[in-house]
């Protein structure tokens, strides 16, 4: 007999149904069948739906029914053999299709009985309890749960199993004692419901007084939750979460010294670790051959720690933890590195006994370091780069040190003097891609591998290049780094010598090199994910405290929205671990700023503690002024804590008004065109021939839609260029006065900051397409090379003269590419490098790596096999020369660099709006004429973005009578065609594709 989709309707409720899919697809599910199956035998297929009752249930892996009904919320086939009186189970190896044939199966040994009576089948086999945790203790006193029922009409007991090992077996939880536990008809506390909104809407459980004086106890072994109906029978079970309680019991702990310190040259050792069993800890002093296996002591605060003697300086230690894993629901022992390591040996196999203050692990005159002038937020330029890309290249530094930190002490080199050469002419901050220490890539240079073939002798629209280069991307020297490992030690494979302290000398060093170019360090940091989680080897903080410093769904599975296994910073040694390893860095290594990945994923609250912390350094005590240190991340709204799901998030317009900044994409997609998703690359924008230069991509819409979309765009730079406030007023395209926060930007206000110092602007960064890269897909392929390098010089000024802080991709001024790659992460040194002796196009590298690029490759064919498209060394050169003339220009008035958005309200306006403007081009004023008087030399500049390949008139209103003058830069630079723009009362007259500055 075969039963189709809506022929036979079945009931069916889930009970800890997690697995998509699961082993058995009857896995403690519950199904009510409305015919007798007794008198059934054979082979039967059923369309079933499933509904997830008041719980979170992720995504399935099984395909749904064609034509299933609206209200059916997840539909999936279940093949059973059914006998006489009982159903088996069957692992399928395929989902039929809807309608289709029965397909064999292999019966499991397990058997589902059938109550003729009642129509309900039941699998008696025992179910491993817990690998759901749906429950959450959140307090010594407090559980939320969602029960599948009116909570009202439940009772309910906790369950502790020392070891684990509980399952649910004839509706009985099997091998744990229990408490019972109170429905509380009120919910959940005010402020309970504050700290997990999430959860606000969950039953509110109260424990008994004698599970709270248990409660240390009981969260050492496996804990679960139960519910039973008015006769008594189970109704469900699940796991447990408890970072809740650990924060309510053991809190305190965020007041310790955590990893090593010292008193009177002997070290003491502390981890945190409440629900651990034992830990001991394993040291190998230096000069010996075998580990030492001591006990540690526990504290009432969760610690664990030990004291050593003098010899143990240089020591290697791990720690042996023995602790209940939720990820294998039983005890296991762990051999893990210390999360607040400092030094480790090579590849990061043990931890290594340092003191950061040891004479031997500073440079010469460390101490004394001089820093460059400090800087306000709003004087920042920030120029960003990959501490291999720098040198693994460059031929002018010496082979040890190429690709390492070492390479910032080569004065002499192609890369140091481009640096210099940035920071006289106006950048301010280097800000490194991650140099903690990451898991990709092997620390010993001996264990890197390379490309087997000649990268040069493909043709530059050929697959072969990224075909070669794909063997050895996991093994190889380069990655970006985004994959946390230890947060505090720098990465070893840019170290000459990866194996122990050592590193922290050569990262210091680097330091010194680059504050001796004239430019501040910033680090680029990734305390929002880690590269593993669970038992996984490289997983080191769920190996101590399992379950709590990594953000878990609703029912326990862990969060990967980031890429990688999600943290909690919520939880407070998790934000503790954070601001521990931030004040390191810019004690103990002088850092001047920090750069955060997905900075949406942390809290407000935890990003303001961070600063609070860092302000606290202080020159006379710690060397460094923390206040001046410059916190900026990204403000993404995605993921499970989006639209503040889980607390109010670290977003671009929740951030407004802290001076953290957050990188504005606003600008960046006005200028480019479009987004960096799209699939079709060749959506133009302002700085690309939108309407003005069209590239005959129908992608781009009629002549009609093009213009209307231009003036938006247009709109929304004016709002970029004006700090992104949310509050700043102009005319925008239909004649209408609007704020910032009123222009549209894909459904969001454009403008959110409320001071200068909250956005960060660019045009690009490591992620996304190059600017130059961008611009050979959007501009008309009959582009000059000239006209692309004019294009380039004007997307570059659109971050130069805006408020704010300003930022560019290292090699932008250079005309770099990554030869079209979107995504070049893992795509090794040929589509990342970069040549400072400006004489290598790095265009035309062959078609970029396949797996984030492929379904570009249509587009990118022609353009790479194109060779008129391929910069030539003079091209790059006068790229360099515009760029550096920009930041000369924005670095000469403080009038790009206004305080406050009081200041920018009062000096910058865009005189010419509505709907006549001319499409490409815009006008800004800064005006010096009224309130405290701020630049010595002129009183207003006028400032022309003509993005058109047309030459434009523009009639300035309020400019008449004065007059104006080329900025001295341009008057005396390179350029001959800027030289061309003039001024007559008030009539500014400019060249295509040219960015002229006017000074009264």
């Not at 035998?41 to 609206?70: D, N």
């Not at 997840?74 to 088996?88: G, K, N, S, T």
């Not at 039929?96 to 064999?104: D, K, V």
């Not at 050792?269 to 540690?296: C, F, N, Y």
């Amino acid at each position: 007999m075969l039963i189709q989709e809506g022929q036979q309707p079945l009931a069916i409720r889930l009970a800890g149904f997690t697995q998509h899919p699961p082993d058995h697809l009857l896995d403690q599910v519950v199904v009510v069948v409305d015919q007798d199956l007794g008198e059934i035998e054979g082979v039967i297929k059923v369309a079933f739906a499933y509904e997830v009752q008041g719980r979170e249930h992720g995504q399935t892996a099984l395909p749904p029914v064609l034509g299933a009904s609206e209200r059916i919320e997840h539909v999936a086939w279940l093949v059973v053999e059914v006998a006489a009186d009982h159903v088996v189970t069957a692992e399928v190896d395929q989902i039929p299709a809807p309608g289709g044939a029965n397909i064999p199966i292999t019966a499991a040994a397990a058997p589902i009985t059938y109550d003729h009576a009642t129509h309900r089948i039941t699998d008696n086999t025992p179910k491993a309890l817990g690998s759901e945790r749906a429950a959450h203790w959140l307090r010594r006193d407090l559980v939320a749960w969602n029960p599948p029922r009116d909570p009202a009409t439940l009772s309910y007991r906790l369950y502790w199993a020392p070891d684990g090992g509980m399952t649910v077996q004839d509706d009985v939880v099997v091998g744990g004692a229990w408490f019972p536990m109170q429905w509380r008809a009120s919910g959940l506390p005010a402020d309970v419901r504050l700290d997990h909104p999430h959860l606000s809407s969950y039953a509110a459980l109260a424990l008994p007084a004698a599970a709270q004086r248990e409660a240390r106890e009981l969260l050492t072994g496996q804990v679960a939750v139960a519910a039973f109906d008015a006769a008594g029978a189970l109704v469900d079970a699940t796991g447990v979460q408890i970072p809740g309680v650990l924060d309510d019991l053991y809190g305190s702990a965020a007041n310790r010294t955590l990893g090593v310190s010292w008193q009177r040259g002997k070290p003491r050792i502390a981890v945190w670790a409440p629900t651990a069993k034992d830990v001991r800890l394993l040291v190998q002093p230096a000069g010996t051959s075998q580990e030492q296996r001591l006990d540690m002591a526990r504290d009432r605060d969760g610690v664990w720690h030990v004291d050593g003697g003098r010899h143990w300086r240089g020591a290697t230690y791990r720690f042996e933890v023995t602790v209940y894993a939720p990820s294998t629901l039983r005890v296991e022992t762990n051999l893990v590195t210390d999360p607040y390591s400092v030094a480790l040996t090579t590849d990061s196999a043990r931890s290594v006994v340092a003191d950061l203050d040891d004479p031997a692990l500073k440079p010469a005159d460390w101490d004394r370091l001089a820093k460059p002038t400090p800087r306000r937020p709003q004087d920042i330029h920030v120029y960003e780069l990959h501490v291999r890309d720098f040198s693994i290249g460059d031929q002018t530094v010496p082979a040890a040190h190429r690709g390492t930190f070492l390479a910032f002490t080569n004065a002499a080199s192609d890369g140091m003097a481009h640096l210099r050469a940035l920071a006289q002419a106006g950048v301010s901050h280097l800000h490194l891609l991650p140099a903690f220490d990451f898991a990709t890539v092997p620390e010993r240079r001996a264990d890197q591998q390379s490309p087997a073939c000649d990268l040069r002798a493909f043709p530059p629209d050929s697959e072969q290049q990224q075909e070669c280069i794909a063997p050895v991307r996991p093994t190889d020297g380069f990655n970006w780094g985004y994959d946390p490992w230890h947060y505090t030690t720098p990465e070893g494979s840019y170290a000459v010598d990866p194996d122990g302290a050592g590193r922290t000398r050569e990262f210091r060093s680097m330091v010194a090199g680059i504050n001796g170019s004239g430019l501040h360090v910033v680090m680029d940091v990734v305390y929002n994910h880690t590269t593993a989680s669970g038992q996984n080897a490289k997983s080191v903080l769920d190996r101590i405290v399992p379950g709590y410093y990594h953000r878990l769904t609703l029912t326990g599975q862990q969060e990967t929205s980031t890429c990688c296994a999600n943290t909690a910073s919520e939880h407070r040694m998790m934000e503790k671990l954070m601001i521990d390893s931030l004040v390191t860095w810019a004690r103990a290594y002088k850092v001047d700023g920090f750069r955060f990945d997905l900075m949406g994923h942390h809290s407000k609250a935890n990003m303001l503690n961070v600063r609070q912390a860092l302000e606290q350094l202080t020159l006379s005590r710690d060397g460094v002024d923390g206040k001046r240190i410059y916190l900026y991340g990204e403000g993404w709204n995605f993921g499970e804590v989006a639209n503040d799901a889980r607390f109010v998030q670290a977003t671009q317009a929740n951030m407004a008004g802290t001076g953290i900044g957050t990188f504005t994409d606003r600008l960046r997609d006005a200028v480019r065109g479009g987004g960096p998703f799209d699939a079709n690359p060749r959506v133009q924008g302002f700085g690309s021939g939108l309407y003005t230069d069209p590239n005959g991509d129908a992608v781009n819409g009629t002549p009609e839609q093009q213009r209307a979309r231009l003036l938006l765009y247009q709109d929304q730079i004016k709002v970029g260029l004006a700090g992104n406030l949310r509050d700043f007023t102009f005319v925008d395209r239909t004649g209408a006065t609007v704020r910032g926060d009123e222009v549209d930007y894909n459904g969001q206000p454009a403008g959110y900051a409320a001071e200068p110092a909250d956005t960060v602007t660019y045009i690009d960064a490591h992620d996304n397409e190059t600017l130059f890269d961008n611009l050979q897909y959007k501009l008309p392929q009959g582009t000059s090379m000239a006209e692309r390098v004019r294009m380039n010089t004007l997307a570059l000024a659109t971050t130069t003269f805006a408020q704010g802080v300003g930022f560019w991709h290292a090699g932008t001024d250079l005309l770099r590419s990554k030869s079209l790659d979107r995504n070049s992460f893992d795509s090794g040194d040929w589509f990342n490098r970069v040549d400072w002796s400006k004489q290598d196009s790095t265009w035309g590298s062959g078609l970029p790596p396949r797996t984030d690029n492929e379904s570009k490759w249509p587009y990118a064919r022609p353009l790479l096999a194109d060779p008129a498209l391929e910069p030539t060394p003079a091209d790059i050169a006068a790229a360099a020369e515009r760029a550096a003339e920009l930041l000369r220009i924005q670095a000469s008035s403080p009038l790009f660099r206004l305080r406050t958005a009081a200041d920018i309200h009062r000096r910058v306006a865009f005189p010419i709006g509505g709907p006549d403007q001319t499409p490409g081009v815009i006008v800004m004023t800064l005006d010096d004429s009224t309130g405290r008087d701020l630049d010595p030399r002129w009183e207003r500049i006028v400032v022309i973005f003509n993005a058109s390949p047309d030459p434009t008139t523009q009639t300035v209103p309020g400019q008449a009578g004065r007059a104006f003058s080329l900025h001295p830069v341009q008057a005396n630079g390179g350029d001959p065609v800027v030289r061309e723009a003039h001024s007559v009362d008030g009539t500014f007259t400019v060249p295509a594709r040219t960015v002229p500055v006017f000074v009264s």
